[in-house]
């Protein structure tokens, strides 16, 4: 793990280039980059993008390339469309961020994965570990991915620095399970969403609640979505009297205190403040997030209205993966087409659809990773397998969550889910390691509730700690 990776406490996002350029028309990067020096100037050294944020890190290339500012940080994102990932691919989309940002290296890339059933996710991780190795990359970081998985990550040797995610009065997902992760772990959060698009501010204090329409910004369209989802209109209003009472006694905005919160959070090393380049500029009170302290009875002041609010459904990320998706257009219509099955099928004459991961042992012992007989599904016994690798190190959890991750994306290769499975039956190397194991069942099947059985057994293959193997009815 690199303990050296050091940041400011307050970034500058600049996912709002993207909403600038929906018309067509590009930012001028010029004008774009003149204000981004604005805010170096005034010590936010570091700024934030991604490969799908407009013309963002092409206006980062033209500040580093004209201006030139020492100790200059650029964090970006790779988030490619679901599919196979090679290291070609991966090797490709590092190369064109290069030639963006005018730099030889990126200081951290940030990885995507839009569906754990599909391990091409954990291909593109290899990739991006042996780029780094290499020195096109500095650090790895992850964005909007839940603690099951950056747990995984981890365990399987990838280092990574960093997670992004939704992070915010609005949601409080990542307060428990995913703090405590990064905390054992030396993973610093990056938390975006503070200010909520700007919901978080004196302007929307005492005001009817807008429409969602597209007469708001992409922001505003996705955090007005995250309100109705805290808690409503009427909670919101609660909790902006209560940041504006806290605001006044400070000389702070609403958005400054907001962002302030979760700068103090636990596992937080910064919060990610957007910036519509050139358009709005609120340096002076960004600047007031660095210094202001919050008293025990104004964080309690927050929490009492907090403790109110409806918890955010799925775990961290989860609004990218499944309903009800939190986006700006409550679909992923703007981030991707389709999800390609993850696995292999090959359809036979006696009625059957199989299922091949492309492990190792199919091939040897000449059997399918799933087989499909009318509307019953029969899932092999699965190990932590992918390609010549055990995923989850010695994790016994990590590896479980592997493990369910391979059968649903056998599952949905073959069109079910695991809401379709009927029986578990989980075999495990090291009996002392059965609580691990059968918690992690639990995080996944809890709401499905299969029959399921867990003996001790002799795993074939040397690193193995468990082995799962399913039935499931498609209704």
């Not at 939704?166 to 995913?178: I, P």
């Not at 991961?357 to 932590?384: C, D, L, P």
Request: glycine share 8%; proline share 3%; charged share 20%.
């Amino acid at each position: 793990m690199n303990n050296q990776f050091t940041i400011p406490k307050a970034i500058i996002g600049l996912w709002q280039i993207a909403d600038m350029e929906r018309s067509g028309n590009k930012v001028d990067p010029a004008i774009a980059a003149k204000s981004m020096m604005q805010y170096y100037e005034n010590g936010f050294t570091c700024f934030d993008m991604a490969d799908h944020y407009g013309s963002s890190e092409e206006i980062a290339g033209y500040c580093k390339k004209h201006f030139a500012p020492a100790g200059i940080q650029f964090f970006t994102k790779w988030v490619p469309s679901p599919g196979v990932i090679t290291e070609k691919t991966a090797l490709a989309a590092v190369e064109k961020a290069l030639q963006r940002l005018s730099s030889p290296q990126i200081d951290l890339l940030q990885f995507h994965a839009w569906n754990y059933a599909d391990p091409n996710w954990l291909n593109a991780l290899y990739a991006l570990n042996t780029l780094r190795e290499k020195g096109l990359i500095a650090n790895i970081g992850l964005t909007n991915f839940d603690h099951i998985h950056l747990n995984m990550v981890i365990a399987s040797g990838i280092p990574v620095v960093s997670n992004q995610i939704a992070y915010s009065l609005l949601d409080q997902r990542g307060s428990h399970a995913m703090a405590a992760t990064c905390l054992q772990n030396n993973v610093q959060l990056l938390a975006y969403g503070t200010v909520a698009g700007g919901f978080f501010s004196e302007k929307w204090l005492g005001k009817e609640e807008p429409l969602l329409s597209e007469s708001l910004t992409w922001s505003q369209m996705k955090y007005k979505r995250f309100i109705d989802a805290a808690g409503g209109w009427s909670w919101f209003q609660t909790m902006l009297s209560t940041l504006s009472t806290i605001a006044a006694s400070k000389n702070a905005s609403i958005a400054t205190i907001a962002s302030a919160y979760m700068a103090q959070a636990p596992a937080v090393g910064a919060v990610i403040i957007g910036s519509r380049l050139g358009a709005s500029e609120h340096i002076e009170e960004n600047k007031k997030i660095l210094t202001i302290q919050l008293t025990e009875a104004e964080k309690a002041a927050i929490e009492s209205v907090l403790v109110k609010a409806n918890k955010i459904k799925g775990n961290c990320g989860d609004e990218y993966r499944k309903p009800p998706f939190l986006t700006a257009s409550g679909d992923l219509s703007h981030h991707i087409k389709e999800f390609p099955k993850p696995y292999e099928i090959k359809l036979a004459e006696d009625g059957k659809t199989r299922v091949f991961s492309g492990t190792e042992w199919e091939t040897m012992a000449g059997y399918a990773r799933a087989v499909k007989k009318g509307n019953h599904i029969f899932v092999s016994g699965t190990t932590a397998t992918h390609v010549n690798t055990i995923i989850g190190g010695n994790d016994p959890a990590a590896q479980t969550h592997f493990v369910i991750d391979k059968i649903e994306g056998a599952l949905h290769s073959l069109d079910a889910t695991l809401e379709d499975v009927v029986r578990t039956k989980v075999f495990v190397a090291d009996i002392n390691q059965w609580e691990a194991i059968a918690r992690a069942h639990g995080e996944r099947f809890a709401h499905i509730q299969p029959a399921n059985t867990m003996v001790e057994a002799k795993l074939v293959g040397s690193g193995y700690l468990v082995e799962i193997e399913v039935d499931a009815i498609v209704s």
